[in-house]
Structure formats: C-alpha cells, structure tokens
C-alpha cells in the first residue's frame, strides 16, 4: 500500500498539538485487507455523563423547535421522488454495535443496492431536493433522533459502514460533526475525480485511514470548549462555501498533510506514531 505524498493538500486539517505518546491505539489487522485503528484512548470529557446530559438536552431542544420545518422537508421529499422521506442504514456505532441511522432520503429509492457505497459529487442517483439539502447539511437533521436514543453523539468520528469501520471498539459514540468531517468537507468532489470502479480502492488506500487518525487524535484530547468550537466550526461551514484549503479555524498546528514522500506498507505503523 502507498500513501502518496501531494494527493490531499487540500484536505489538510489543524488539530491541537499534543504528545504522539498520549494516543494509544494500536494498528490491527482486520479480516479487510486494510490495517485499523483498535481500542482507541478518549479523553475524560468524550466519555463523561455531562456531555451525555449536554447531547440529550440539544438533541430534544432541535427535535421541539425545528418538528415542524423537518416534517415540511420530509414531505417535500415524499412528493419530490418516488420513495419513503427518510433512509435508514445499519452503521457501527461504539463498541462495535450496529444501530440503525436516520436521514433525509436524497438519493432515488434503493441506490444504496444500485452502485458505491460512496457518494461521488455529480452522483447520478442524488436527487435535485438531495442536492440541496445535502449542500446546507439538512439531510443530517433526523440524526438528533438518533443522538436522543443514545446512538450518536453531538461531536465524534462519523458513524461507518461495517466495511469501512476503521476505528474498531470505540468507547465513544459517532457523532454527527467531527473533526475528519470538516477537514473533508470537500470529499465528494475528490472523490468525483475517481473512476466509479475504483471508489472504494482509492477510499481504503488513501482516506479511510487519515480520517480514522484525525478522528481519534481529537477524541482522547476532546472538551467540553473544543466541542462547543468543533459545533459553532460546523454551523458556520454549512452556510457558507468550502474553502480552497479546508482547516478548522482556531486550532494552531498543522500536522495532517501527507509525507512529501510515498510511505509504503512497511512502515505505515511508523507514519502512525502509534505502533505498539
């Protein structure tokens, strides 16, 4: 496997600098050919009952103030395409569960058994209302449902598919922002460069990974501030477009961007810094 060097300059994230030592999760060899992130540390914040109480109270609040504009968009979601308003999908979620997400259907009826599991930008299957909603995030807004019943939080890594898990066991809850998000906001469009029959290689060999490193280097350092600027960081992205250099602002150290050099799988554990 290569990681090469120039390919996500523009998907480079700052994150809070800290000690490589503070992360010890260990790379682990799945049954998929690709190497993941086991057991990962997490911060006393990540796993307190405050920050449950916090998710809990936000989730109800958005669920009570904006039922009614959810349901105008779900309707016009019914009328727009053939299919149900919303799409449910087995993700996994912490400590390996499966548990059922929610979303605003914006894709025709049962694309999800009619090509990549990735979403590509220009995709065909996205409907004219998804495209919309996918743009401004709406599409997400059912996912307070989910942080309500105790399946997702407000700030973690984003919850995967059984075959892209690339953080297995998770003491956290997925979230629905996080750090990886935001640093790859722009991933569809990197992804639209890539033929359609090579999504997933190209996925596993040059993303999957970083995302799973920016994500667990954020959670075993989260607070209760980072969260909160992590959140406003994320409001503030949905209304407004890309930059040519997604980073979030605030934070002071870049440490994501590729070697300059190709890193080959010999020694992918040392590009880690958490080899064990």
């Known amino acids: 496997m290569q990681l090469f060097g120039r390919s996500f300059e523009l998907s480079a994230v700052a994150v809070p600098p800290f000690p490589i030592a503070m992360l010890p999760p260990r790379l682990h060899s799945t049954s998929d050919p690709q190497l993941c992130l086991v057991n990962p540390s997490a911060s006393a914040w990540a796993l307190s009952s405050s920050r449950r109480m916090i998710d809990l109270s936000v989730a109800l609040l958005v669920l009570i103030l904006l039922g009614l504009p959810m349901l105008a968009i779900a309707l016009c979601v019914r009328l727009t395409s053939p299919g149900p308003a919303f799409f449910a999908q087995y993700r996994v979620g912490r400590a390996g569960r499966l548990f059922r997400i929610?979303?605003?259907?914006?894709?025709?009826?049962?694309?999800?058994?009619?090509?990549?599991?990735?979403?590509?930008?220009?995709?065909?299957?996205?409907?004219?209302?998804?495209?919309?909603?996918?743009?401004?995030?709406?599409?997400?807004?059912?996912?307070?449902?989910?942080?309500?019943?105790?399946?997702?939080?407000?700030?973690?890594?984003?919850?995967?598919l059984?075959?892209?898990?690339?953080?297995?066991?998770?003491?956290?809850?997925?979230?629905?922002?996080?750090?990886a998000s935001l640093a790859f906001r722009r991933e569809e469009e990197i992804l639209s460069r890539v033929p359609v029959d090579q999504l997933d290689d190209f996925y596993n060999r040059h993303i999957r990974l970083l995302k799973a490193r920016i994500d667990a280097r954020y959670m075993c350092r989260a607070t209760f501030w980072s969260d909160m600027r992590l959140i406003g960081d994320t409001f503030l992205a949905c209304l407004k477009p890309a930059p040519d250099t997604p980073v979030v602002p605030g934070f002071s150290t870049r440490v994501l961007a590729f070697p300059s050099r190709p890193v080959h799988e010999s020694n992918t554990a040392e590009f880690f810094g958490t080899a064990q």
């Open 162 to 179: 059984p075959k892209y898990l690339c953080i297995a066991n998770m003491p956290y809850r997925p979230g629905i922002t996080g750090t």
């Open 102 to 160: 929610y979303k605003f259907r914006t894709m025709v009826s049962g694309s999800e058994n009619n090509g990549p599991g990735l979403t590509r930008e220009g995709d065909s299957r996205i409907t004219a209302l998804g495209r919309w909603l996918r743009k401004f995030k709406l599409d997400e807004f059912p996912q307070f449902y989910n942080v309500l019943r105790g399946d997702m939080s407000l700030v973690g890594p984003r919850p995967k």
